[in-house]
């Protein structure tokens, strides 16, 4: 379909979700968990989560491509805006001695990579964020013992009917996807 016109919107689940509801786009991707009443969903993609350590820092100078949680618990984090995200991240040193001071909110990757270069903190960020360019200023771990994973799921509001190419589209995502088996 050559002839398709995108408008993609960005923003936290959240938001995404309320624009979704208000009529103002057709399907979104959001990451899970969500509230899911009123909508149709389909899972999509998953993703380990990873820690961005700015190059001086001595975990980013550790051998290997992993970070263990608990070197986590004691540094100062950049973590997702969304606050069920947060919540979530911070459940997760719940059972450690010590808890990681959040220095910073923010729903949109490219800024991570400006603070964490600048040492304001390690951001914690599912793997996606590797994808963009990588520089020296920072090194990309993922987080382990244990491992943490960031669903996706491709959604649309039960109430309003779909238009014939947002079906078409919806359709052929479960067709191509492996996650929706």
Known sequence: YPRVKYS???????DVIDRLMNGLCDLAVIMEP???????????????WVAVIPAKHPLAKQKGTTVALQSLA????????????VAEILSWFDNMEASPVIRCE????????????RNVGIA??????SEIPVNDNFVIKEITEPSFTASYVLVWNKA????PLAERFMHMVKETNSCSS
């Not at 923010?106 to 270069?117: D, E, G, I, K, R």
């Not at 309003?160 to 238009?163: A, D, F, K, P, R």
Request: glycine letters at 4%; a negative charge; charged letters at 15%.
């Open 160 to 163: 309003h009917t779909l238009s």
């Open 106 to 117: 923010m729903a949109h990757m490219m800024n991570v990579y400006n603070l964490t270069q």
């Open 8 to 14: 993609i919107w960005n923003g936290n689940s959240d």
């Open 74 to 85: 004691f540094e100062e984090l950049i973590l997702p805006s969304r606050k069920s995200r």
């Open 124 to 129: 914690i960020f599912p793997a996606s964020i």
């Open 34 to 48: 969500y509230n899911a009443e009123g909508l149709n969903a389909l899972s999509v993609y998953k993703e380990p």
